[in-house]
């Protein structure tokens, strides 16, 4: 048996810049191919604190934001299949097209006309979400909510490693303290990489990367891979000044404004830059992450607030780098 649903649920929309607010909306409905969602936890992406602030992907508002989710199918859309009522499931924001060029050569994540929770459809800061069933993932039992919510960024950052080529044996190089930089060093040590550095401002977010080396100034020509894991332009540069002779820079975060790049002392070191942006359909090796316990990825979820006092939680998530790592919104 199951509960009659509700036809209107509570959502965080975004109105416009710094203002996000709770708001009352009718409970969406799925079509061919989707699945309604009850959210049980969403977890706050740093780039929802970007959207809030800067809006720099010129998301149309008003919309519900968020894009790590996790929860259960209350609803399938007709052809729906390996899903129903009552699964446990985690989503993957990205909705490829599946008919451009892109995705024709097999790079939905880079769609030509890519569709993502939270941007241009409403997201996971709300009582229930759709997602078309192809980008969810039943959520094995052994993984809490909260944790299953990690689907995607763990993803994201499994690229990183994939972008940064065969570490294993080499120097990684993480600039970034935050949840990214974090779960990025954890992959690379369970990559093999010799050694993970890790650069970063806050005490309590770098004494959070077991197994990694907390370096300050890395030195220059040192590392075989350096990943940008925080938006900043100076981070930027000591990810390159870090690089040794044919080593890698991936850019993982975004940096709005163009950098400089002295792209003689590149030539004749023979680096390279690579942009890193999505992931290539790794929701499986990334529901096989959140399993692993040496991972231990559950560390990352310092906080778990209740939805009602989202306000709460968006502060610890942009104000408390001291205390707090990856929020997590839940919901009963
Ligand atoms: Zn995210
Ligand atoms: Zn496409």
Redesign the pocket.
Known sequence: MTTPLPSTMKALQLLGLNQLVSTELPLPVPKAGEVLIQTMASTICTSDLHDIQQNPFGIALPKVLGHEGSGVVVQCGSGVTGLSVGTRVASHPVV?????A??HRGF?HL???MGHLGIDRDGTFAEYYIQRADRVRVLPKEIPFPLGALLEPVANCLQAIARAGDVQGRVVLVVGDGPFGNIIARLAIRAGAARVLVAGREPFRLGMIPGAEIVNNPPVGSVDVAILAVSSSEAFSTCLSALRKRGRLVVFSLLKDPVPVDLFALHVAEQEIVGCCNDEERMDESLACLLDPKLALSQLITHQIPFENWADAFHLARNRHDIALKVALTFN
């Open positions: 490829p097209c599946g008919y451009c892109e995705c939905g769609c030509l006309n």
